[in-house]
T-cell receptor, first 115, second 113 residues
Framework: AQKVTQAQTEISVVEKEDVTLDCVYETRDTTYYLFWYKQPPSGELVFLIRRNSFDEQNEISGRYSWNFQKSTSSFNFTITASQVVDSAVYFCALSEGYNTDKLIFGTGTRLQVFP | DVKVTQSSRYLVKRTGEKVFLECVQDMDHENMFWYRQDPGLGLRLIYFSYDVKMKEKGDIPEGYSVSREKKERFSLILESASTNQTSMYLC????????????FGQGTRLTVV
């Protein structure tokens, strides 16, 4: 069965610290997509990244970077030099096959960045 | 700017009431979804729809039904609201392609008293 595990329920850091959010997934499919979403206090989930199972290249976007390792079934998210505006709940999600419709979400990690 | 709009941010209803949560998207997406978000449980799929008048059960459909009469609108119905349906409800839409992204509404926080 498909499953996404975010073991960290809550993380607190001080501004400018680096922080890594962990995501471990389970799937039997060879084709799948992994996602990260950010949910700020306003409530709307904001798409951050999509990665397909055939592309293990790490990705960097500004202060954000993602490390995809199929060998450990992990898709970790690092924020470098965190800022107060990064405070949010972050969700990792999985969809299988070529149809990226149905997302299976982890339980989320609440990140609090203090000034 | 792409938009998924949920009709209410906050809703308080009484036990036993019939409750309608409305969602509209302006992106001409075929797929629409209703998720429920609870602390410690993440988001769980209630129902989804691939096209007008088509619907499929998600992981937790009990106590809910849906309606999709028009492509842009997807309604979640609580036939007889109960206190264990107090939750945050999120509507989403997407295109049925590998490149498709899922867009979410701002959520409706429903309290059943």
């Amino acid at each position: 069965a498909q499953k996404v595990t975010q073991a960290q329920t809550e993380i607190s850091v001080v501004e400018k610290e680096d922080v890594t959010l962990d995501c471990v997934y389970e799937t039997r499919d060879t084709t799948y997509y992994l996602f990260w979403y950010k949910q700020p206090p306003s409530g709307e989930l904001v798409f951050l990244i999509r990665r397909n199972s055939f592309d293990e290249q790490n990705e960097i976007s500004g202060r954000y970077s993602w490390n995809f390792q199929k060998s450990t079934s992990s898709f970790n998210f690092t924020i470098t030099a965190s800022q107060v505006v990064d405070s949010a709940v972050y969700f990792c999600a999985l969809s299988e096959g070529y149809n990226t419709d149905k997302l299976i979400f982890g339980t989320g990690t609440r990140l609090q960045v203090f000034p | 700017d792409v938009k998924v709009t949920q009709s209410s941010r906050y809703l308080v209803k009484r036990t036993g009431e019939k409750v309608f949560l409305e969602c509209v998207q302006d992106m001409d997406h075929e797929n629409m979804f209703w998720y429920r978000q609870d602390p410690g449980l993440g988001l769980r799929l209630i129902y989804f729809s691939y096209d007008v008048k088509m619907k499929e059960k998600g992981d937790i459909p009990e106590g809910y039904s849906v309606s999709r009469e028009k492509k842009e609108r997807f309604s979640l119905i609580l036939e007889s609201a109960s206190t264990n349906q107090t939750s945050m409800y999120l509507c989403a839409s997407s295109l049925p392609t590998p490149e498709g992204r899922t867009f979410f509404g701002q959520g409706t926080r429903l309290t059943v008293v």
